[in-house]
């Protein structure tokens, strides 16, 4: 497996994989905040079956606070990356992905009133970076983070950039509770408690596919049932999955997406639901 500290480096060592015995590779992208676990293993799983060229992009945070970040010179789980065949590694530190500090930014005006799971303009800048480095024919993503994946197609689209988007199902424990870095660490009481979550996804949509269309009154059951575990509500909400536009009566595609904190641990999910 390579690995590539800058867009120069990554530029020099992917384009002759790319073109290698005169044929045209085509290059799949998967990014990362570090914390590798068997969700990510899934996306990079697909990736290799639809391209030919995997790049796994270690996305450089700001914030050096935050527990789940793996930047270029933390990184260590190599192991995990060649068990799954990958082939590039881009890990790059904040100061060589924005040398000249962060000055411009491209912004998604969130569609539903509660802006609260807007990814925001630099998350989707630092995306547009990444793509921008690697060119991938497909970028994959896993469904947990639905709504950062439907804003990064939406800005693809926007900026008419070529590549293509694809979602890979959310990989789960036995309980449901979706796989991530966040999940992993948990006492065996934070994870008996963070199961509502999928379990209230669960009864939503149930909820949904039996009539119900009082979409304000379900989101207000399902958050007073995450409150009673004791759970700080981020945000919990039913969407048209299409746009991301609070659902309607008129909604047949849904996305129930919730965000919730357990001591300090953040963890996202979501669900969709065709009528």
Not at 79 to 101: K, T
Not at 128 to 145: A, C, R, T
Request: charged fraction near 20%; include cysteine.
């Amino acid at each position: 497996m390579i690995i590539a500290r800058t867009a120069n480096n990554l530029a020099q060592e992917i384009e002759p994989l790319r073109h290698r015995s005169g044929v045209h590779k085509r290059v799949a992208l998967v990014t990362t905040r570090g914390g590798f676990h068997d969700g990510h293993g899934a996306v990079m799983n697909a990736a290799k079956t639809i391209c030919d060229i995997v790049v796994v992009a270690i996305a450089p945070e700001p914030d050096h606070s935050n527990g789940n970040v793996v930047t270029a010179s933390e990184f260590q789980d190599i192991a995990f990356l060649e068990q799954h065949e990958v082939d590039i590694l881009f890990a790059p530190s904040e100061s060589d992905f924005f040398p000249h500090g962060f000055e411009f930014t491209y912004n998604l005006q969130p569609p539903h009133e509660n802006g609260d799971f807007s990814i925001g303009a630099y998350r989707l800048t630092q995306q547009l970076k990444l793509i921008n480095s690697v060119q991938p024919d497909v970028m994959v993503w896993g469904e947990k983070n639905f709504i950062e994946f439907h804003s990064v197609r939406q800005m693809l689209r926007d900026l008419d950039v070529r590549t293509q988007v694809q979602c890979v199902p959310t990989v789960r424990h036995a309980d449901g509770v979706a796989v991530s870095t966040s999940v992993e660490s948990m006492t065996s009481d934070q994870r008996n408690r963070i199961k509502i979550l999928n379990e209230t996804l669960h009864n939503v949509a149930h909820a949904i596919r039996t009539g119900a269309r009082n979409f304000s009154k379900i989101e207000k059951t399902a958050r007073l049932a995450l409150r009673g575990a004791e759970l700080d509500i981020t945000y919990f909400t039913i969407l048209d999955e299409e746009n991301l536009a609070a659902a309607n009566q008129e909604t047949t595609t849904f996305r129930i997406v919730g965000s919730v904190k357990l001591d300090e641990r953040m963890v996202t999910d979501s669900m969709g639901l065709t009528l």
